[in-house]
């Protein structure tokens, strides 16, 4: 899930508004709500890494402005492709930060739907 990117620099430009009117939507707060209580508000949906503070809700695909004006739901609202993570923990996978992560469990089959084990 690692993206690379460069802290400040523009992911939709000028059309930041868009996704700004996407996350303030009552479907979208739905959803997230859905995955918070599905992952147990814990770090990557691992029981062993609850989050205390701020609980994001991360896109394994990340979205772009074509996701957003053609609504694809297929990625931007489909729970299989989000997932509770940390602010720690989204900054790593966004900017390769990684330097206040906790120890993570080896990854095994299922690890981001923990609800199939």
Known sequence: MKLDGKVGADTFGL????????????EWKRIRDMVIVRDNGCDLGIPELPIY???????????SVDDILNDNPEYMMNPEYLVCVSHSTHNAIHYGDDSQLQE???RRANDTAPWKT
């Open 53 to 63: 503070g701020k609980v994001i809700i991360h896109h394994m695909n990340p979205l």
């Open 15 to 26: 059309d930041r508004y868009l996704n700004q009117v996407f996350y303030r939507s009552a």
């Open 104 to 106: 993570y469990i080896p």
